[in-house]
């Protein structure tokens, strides 16, 4: 099967470097004259696949919004991520998924074998039970075209105090993260299925991405404060493998399915424009 690397590299090329998340927040299900429920989680659901499902390279939907639903929200979650896929969208799963390995490995056949309900092309894991810990999950991942996108340095202000911690050999915590991830993409082409997430609010921290070679999810900008502009500063030379992420900047556009791609692509315009330096 193709790799998650060359089919993201492919869309990309398509549709433009944009991640937009499905983050549907009691405040927005208000916002949009929605109940907080599971019929407004549906529809709120059902009328982002319809606006970006054809236009995004790739959808992120948060799992924790659905999961607070119990058993009838991770259905929705199991529809949407079925119709997103139907659209022609990438899904990136936001779950952040972390464990000793022989529960990876069980998390790894939950979201990346093609028989589960929830599969999908690509999940978020966290590195901070050994980055070795998510083997399983890049096995899987790498046997069935699928990706990961493991924690480096997370946009909220907490993370620096784990993530920038100095390991034993003078690296920081991060750093160790980023160099294992650009281990696995090594000679992968066009791209490699390994990401890393860097929020997009972190300003210029010294890391060096240049290895990577693998996509890099920008998380951050928009309701955390991050701006396009900032991602020259974030990502220096790494900037071409860069994917933009938003949620609430574009759900604030709803319901209205127009405005909901009018606000996608205006976001990406703003990142177009700062990735190319213009
Ligand atoms: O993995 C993520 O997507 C993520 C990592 C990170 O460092 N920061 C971060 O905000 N996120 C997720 O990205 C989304 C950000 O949402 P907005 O702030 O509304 O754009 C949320 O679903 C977060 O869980």
Redesign the pocket.
């Known amino acids: 099967m193709e790799s998650f690397g060359a089919r993201l590299h492919r869309a990309v090329a398509e549709r433009g470097p944009l991640c937009v998340?499905i983050?549907p927040h009691p405040g927005l299900l208000a916002r949009w004259g929605l109940s907080d429920d599971v019929e407004g989680l549906e529809r709120f659901s059902r009328t982002v696949v319809e606006a970006l499902g054809d236009q995004v390279a790739v959808v992120?939907p948060?799992s924790a919004f659905f999961e607070r639903f119990g058993s009838r929200g991770v259905g929705i979650l199991e529809s949407t991520i079925r119709q997103l896929r139907n659209s022609g969208a990438l899904v990136l799963l936001?779950v952040?998924r972390g464990d000793i390995g022989s529960t990876v490995a069980a998390y790894a056949s939950a979201y990346l074998d093609p028989s589960s309900p929830l599969y999908v092309d690509a999940v978020?894991a966290s590195p901070y039970l050994g980055v070795g810990s998510l083997a399983p999950m890049f096995e899987l991942a790498a046997a069935n075209g699928g990706g990961v996108f493991v924690?480096a340095l997370?946009?909220?202000p907490e993370g620096a105090s784990v993530q920038r911690a100095v390991a034993a050999d003078g690296r920081t915590v991060a750093q160790t993260v980023i160099d294992e991830i650009s281990q696995l993409n090594l000679g992968a082409e066009p791209l490699g299925s390994f990401g890393l997430?860097v929020?997009a609010t972190i300003g210029g921290t010294g890391h060096d991405l240049s290895a990577v070679h693998g996509p890099l999810?920008a998380?951050?900008?928009?309701?955390?404060g991050a701006t396009a502009a900032d991602l020259r500063t974030v990502f220096g030379s790494a900037v071409p493998s860069v994917l933009p992420?938003?949620?609430?900047?574009v759900l604030h556009a709803g319901p209205d399915v127009a405005a909901l791609r009018a606000a996608a692509e205006r976001v990406l315009g703003e990142c177009r424009a700062a990735l190319a330096g213009a």
């Open positions: 998340g983050d992120k948060q936001d952040k978020t924690l997370t946009s909220n997430v929020g999810l998380p951050g900008l928009g309701a955390q992420s938003y949620s609430r900047e």
